[in-house]
């Protein structure tokens, strides 16, 4: 199985809250993790501004060095679309706050 972090989970583990996500993330191989563009866009603004109150600058890089990035072009986003919407009214069905 293969897993696409995203910038929340990605904070999650920078952090270590909760400690079960970072630990998760600790007992799944390198070549199962990966991060798009995106996210690797908003972890590199992180590293370049301290006073965000993220982790420092090397902490990031380590995490960065461990995924593989994929690139989010057209054909995902046009994927991810109508699949956001259908995952969003399936998770509202199930817990109305989201």
Known sequence: MRYMLDTNICSYILKNRPLSVKTRFDQVR????????????ELLL????????HCHSKEIGDFISRLDVIPWDEKRQTIM??????W????HQSAPWI
């Open 81 to 86: 679309g109508p699949f956001g919407q259908r």
């Open 88 to 91: 969003r009214k399936a998770a």
């Open 46 to 53: 992180w590293r370049s501004t301290p006073s965000q109150g």
């Open 30 to 41: 390198a070549s199962a993790l990966a991060i798009s563009t995106v996210v690797l866009a």
